[in-house]
């Protein structure tokens, strides 16, 4: 790989735009995040969250020309602005972004097993961070991105079940794989959340980056009880992060037009 990925990725951390093979599009699927409502409609923080200072704010801004999001979309009627949807499960340093072929376009890359990465551009490649730390956040906890459901047609479950997961997707699963308990007591993240896709199935999550179809890719948290329990700073706005994967976008293209394009094809 051109910028080594310090993994077990097989690409690097710079595949900002490239074709896909015929398997690697079956490891693709669409990823959700959940959000909640801030209950202080008003106010710019509720309850000791500090929402003015996101994650990684003075590393990745948000971009300016960022368009809007939908808070209709998923949290309605309980969401009147955008500005009160919140998310908490990943940061814009587990992230990435990639140009995929049309009708996709620019997507953004959610955590996932270091192994099964099939490229995407890291947000903290050419070590935007500043700390020296070229290794990118995978299945770390505070990270992960657990979205507590997925989305998949039946010829996907297919391949799922077949192919994709170690195991087997549905139960009662092999017994050797499970040693001996194939129904042992797995979490509801398991049974309902799909969190093993993005883990021993070694499927590529992504959200679109356009604002309409992001906004349905959100899910809301219905107890809306997670900004009570959960460290204050972990929470920030959802157009915040939108806007911080912009201007991840941004230098995405900024390395395509470098490496990738030429003059000829910047004209065409």
């Not at 003015?52 to 949290?75: E, M």
Request: hydrophobic letters at 35%; one cysteine or more.
């Amino acid at each position: 790989p051109r910028d080594p990925p310090h993994d077990k990725a097989k690409v690097g951390n710079d595949v900002a735009a490239g074709p896909l093979t015929a398997e690697q599009w079956k490891h693709v699927i669409p990823g959700f995040l959940r959000v909640e409502v801030n209950i202080e409609k008003e106010a710019p923080s509720n309850g000791g969250l500090t929402l003015h200072n996101f994650p990684h704010k003075s590393h990745i801004s948000v971009h300016p020309d960022a368009p809007a999001l939908f808070p209709g979309a998923c949290c309605s009627p309980q969401a009147v602005s955008i500005d009160q949807i919140l998310m908490w499960e990943t940061d814009i340093r587990a992230s990435g972004v990639r140009k995929y072929p049309p009708p996709l376009d620019w997507m953004a890359a959610m955590p996932l097993e270091d192994s099964a990465d099939i490229g995407s551009y890291w947000s903290g490649h050419e070590n935007v961070f500043g700390d020296n730390n070229p290794k990118r956040p995978r299945r770390v906890d505070a990270t992960l991105g657990q979205q507590a459901g997925f989305m998949a047609t039946a010829s996907q479950i297919e391949f799922f079940h077949n192919e994709a997961c170690a195991g087997e997707f549905l139960p009662p699963f092999k017994k050797d794989f499970w040693r001996g308990d194939s129904l042992k007591r797995h979490s509801v993240e398991f049974w309902s959340g799909g969190f093993q896709l993005f883990g021993t199935c070694g499927l590529n999550r992504v959200l679109s980056l356009d604002p309409g179809r992001f906004s349905k890719q959100l899910l809301f948290h219905t107890s809306n009880n997670k900004q009570h329990s959960k460290k204050k700073s972990k929470f920030y706005r959802i157009g915040d992060f939108f806007g911080q994967l912009y201007t991840v976008r941004q230098h995405a293209q900024a390395w395509i037009d470098q490496h990738i394009e030429s003059p000829m094809d910047k004209n065409q």
